[in-house]
């Protein structure tokens, strides 16, 4: 192959005219090749050199050695020197030499075009005859030989990242506007950068990268890479030019400054280690390279390790025996004092990039561990497993999960001594949560068989805490409550319910704590594995429990942790198992408290903490109801609630029980029989109102049912609950209202007119059920017109509510019963007495009752208004 050749200089006057043309042209170039090659290959000499200089000082001047792309998608190459003095004396010119090759064409055998850099073949004068000499190949000058390029790359290894990093940015179009601009003393240096680069390059990015060598004007070259001496035009603020100055020195940041990527720093190193063969027999991609790098002992930085370790994770398949095990090694020994026999890059290059191991190098070595392991041999991967845990203890990285057999009985004694103050250490940081890095480095301690049996109390305490959204047991959460998680009464014990807002069915009243997270997969697996630390969380976990029953079932539910491996623990064994009893509010509450009472594995009368914690899981912040209280304590015995301190429970069930829980009387008679001296006078006084209440109607009631009701009321200086005096009111008026009852009682009530009382009795009086019966029994209404008729004048509070009955009660049904009835109640009256029947005519007159009204409220009947008392 033959290449088509072209000679441009400064020629004499001859027929084709004078000054500077084409003097020889290979038939085979294109008219418009050689319009558009004279804009390329023009020379102009740097202002810093002399103008008329002798033949010495022309061996100083740069060669302009130029590839440039043409517009048909050929390409020049070319060659221009300076000449000095034309023919003619005239100064300034110079002889360009260049071949054409069309598209789709490369110079002989492939080489590349950086290979012509001071070929012998470049003709430094026109040939006298306009006939090019023939050139079928170029051979390289001795300055692009592999040493040479592996000196120069050592003596710029400070800069090499930098320049790679903008070279890949430009062929990969990642800045298709960029260009390199490389300042240099010498042309010379500018391809042996030129030599550098396209030996990191895919051939085919190679072959297609242009350059020029020199140029006195940057700016209007139109090459990728630039040549250019100091003295040529500056370009430093154009962001269009990527400058690398050869001849200051470098800034301190060059080689790794921000944007310097993996690939870059890995091509320096190869260079810098004389190894540039390996860019020839490995892919030109970051991972493989990185990989032949450290194989071939060339230290990498630790992007570089990184890059390695990552591509091997998803290659380890293609890689073979000795490959591999030769990367692991190296893998083990980055970062670390260089071994011996290991090469790295040249001066400066370690100084400016960081080898030491980072957050991403580590989760590469850790990921790569993952994937080896089970597939090569233990005492291949054992030095890349002590490398990775020691490196997670030692840097706080994540823990590696290793096997029983990851590291060497050699490796797992060095690795025991090097890093147990560590992992004790990190075991007892409170900093972390405790089922996170602590409990790894636990299973790590194990692993090394590091003995850790002291801190496990703590740890366990932590863990627990964190299970069950620790504070539980603090002051702040017990204040206010008693034993069991419910809110005690007053201090005389007969204080008012607290309202479901109020109850404390949270570890702190009022504040609900957000539920917990489940354990974690490794925490249960710590927990199935590791019986000591079972049995401290247990523990720690079984005080919880005890303090905040409730609370610690709520978030324990569904755990998955495995009591069933332990004996004992009582209370978080209720806890854990308490949705497993069946029942719950509105059900079989106290079959499901004697249920979660039996998977406790302990009697109550052996432990009386049990009870407490039962009655709080099953009745959570609520209270029994009268019915449940009383079986608990019959069943169950008094001794044994007031040894577990459950006693007050059971009296707050009655004292704050609501009016329709017709067994409260009935417990709170049990409460008195159980607990004769161990009551406070309030609890006393309220319980024994409770008992009246329900005897009134019954053989048990006696006399004086007002006056005792009142008296019990005001023996203690502690106000009774108001829960119990409403039951114990309503109890009394429906006895006086419904009646019969005696009339002193009756004159009790108008003269004590006690309000709550008196409110009682007119709500009876205007229930329902008074009316309906008032409608239907002509006596019952004789006895109410008497009884509200009677004692006018003894107390305005009674006048008022008996007028009240009178008028908005008994006078509208007395109006709309039928003439018979109306008969069978003045008959009744009439008995009574002839004054009752003319009270009442005179009231059913129309018209008349505000006249009887009056007349009533200033007198009684003789002999009935003040009945000995």
Known sequence: MTLAQLHYTSAPPGSDGSGFRFTAVSAEVPQEVLREAEQLIGYEPPHDLPAQPDAEQLKRFPKAFTFSELADGGRLLSRSVYTGADSGGRWGAFHAHAVHLPPGTRLPDGALPITAWESRRWAETAPPDGRPVPIDRFEPS???????????????????????????????????????????????????????????????????????????????????????????????????????????????????????????????????????????????????????????????????????????????????????????????????????????????????????????????????????????????????????????????????????????????????????????????????????????????????????????????????????????????????????GYRATDPAGCGERPSPADRPITAAAGNPPAQSPSPSPALLEAVHEHPALRIALFGALDTLAASDPAGAARRLAGSGLPIELQSGFPHVRMCLMAGECGGGAGGDRLGRFHGVLRTAGVSPHADTAVLRTALDLVWSGDLPTGQEASLLLNQLGSDIHRAAGTRD??????????????????????????????????????????????????????????????????????????????????????????????????????????????????????????????????????????????????????DETRTALLTKVLRPIVRALPAKDVAAVEEALGRAGRGRLDAFRSWNRPGALGRLAGRLSGRGRRGTDHPPV
Request: proline share 7%; glycine share 8%.
């Open 142 to 484: 001795g300055l692009l030989r592999r040493d040479s390029l592996i000196a120069f790359a050592v003596s710029r290894s400070d800069r090499l990242a930098a320049f790679f990093t903008d070279l890949r940015a430009l062929t990969e179009g990642l800045d298709p506007a960029t260009r390199i601009v490389l300042v240099e003393h010498d042309s010379a240096d500018v391809a042996q950068w030129i030599a550098l680069a396209c030996a990191v390059l895919p051939r085919e990015q190679a072959h297609r990268l242009t350059f020029t060598t020199y140029t006195r004007r940057p700016q209007q070259a139109r090459q990728q890479i630039i040549g250019a001496l100091p003295s040529s035009d500056p370009v430093a603020h154009d962001h269009r030019y990527r400058v690398h100055d050869c001849t200051t020195a470098p800034a301190p940041e060059s080689a790794t400054r921000p944007g310097t990527d993996a690939w870059a720093q890995i091509c320096a190193h190869i260079w810098c280690a004389g190894r540039p063969d390996l860019f020839r027999d490995t892919s030109a991609e970051t991972g493989p390279l990185a990989v032949a790098a450290l194989v071939a002992g060339i230290e990498l930085g630790a992007a570089g390790r990184t890059a390695a370790a990552r591509w091997a994770v998803d290659h380890v398949g293609t890689l073979a025996d000795d490959t591999l095990t030769a990367l692991v090694g190296a893998l083990c020994e980055g970062g670390e004092p260089r071994a011996a026999g290991r090469t790295g890059g040249g001066p400066g290059l370690h100084d400016s990039e960081s080898s030491a191991p980072g957050d991403a190098e580590q989760a590469a070595l850790a990921a790569l561990l993952t994937r080896l392991e089970g597939r090569v041999p233990t005492v291949v991967t054992a030095p890349l497993a002590a490398r990775v845990l020691a490196a997670a203890v030692r840097d706080r990285g994540p823990m590696p999960v290793l096997r029983a057999g990851s590291l060497t009985a050699q490796a797992q004694a060095a690795l025991a001594r090097e890093l147990a103050p560590a992992l004790r250490a990190g075991i007892a940081d409170e900093r972390d949560p405790a089922a996170g890095r602590p409990l790894a480095l636990l299973r790590v301690a194990d692993l090394l068989d590091i003995d850790c049996q002291d801190l496990l109390p703590e740890l366990a305490g932590r863990l627990a805490r964190e299970l069950v959204a620790e504070p539980l047991a603090g002051v702040e959460a017990s204040a206010g409550k008693d034993a069991g």
């Open 649 to 798: 429970i059971l009296i707050d069930a009655a004292l704050a029980a609501p009016p329709d829980d017709h067994d409260v009387p009935a417990l709170a008679a049990d409460l008195l029989r159980c607990f004769p001296t161990e009551l406070r006078p309030g609890q006393r006084a309220a319980l024994l109102l409770l008992e009246f209440a329900g005897l009134l109607g019954t053989e048990g009631e006696g006399e004086d049912w007002v006056g005792r009701a009142l008296e019990l009321r005001d023996a203690t200086a502690a106000p009774v609950a108001e829960t119990v005096m409403e039951r114990v009111f309503d109890a009394l008026a429906r006895r006086l209202v419904l009646g019969p009852g005696p009339e002193s009682e009756l004159y009790t009530l108008a003269r004590t007119a006690d309000p709550g009382l008196l409110a009682a009795y007119e709500r009876v009086g205007r229930s329902d059920r008074v009316g309906d019966r008032l409608r239907t029994v002509p006596s019952y209404v004789a006895d109410c017109f008497s009884s509200w008729s009677s004692f006018a004048g003894t107390r305005p509070e009674w």
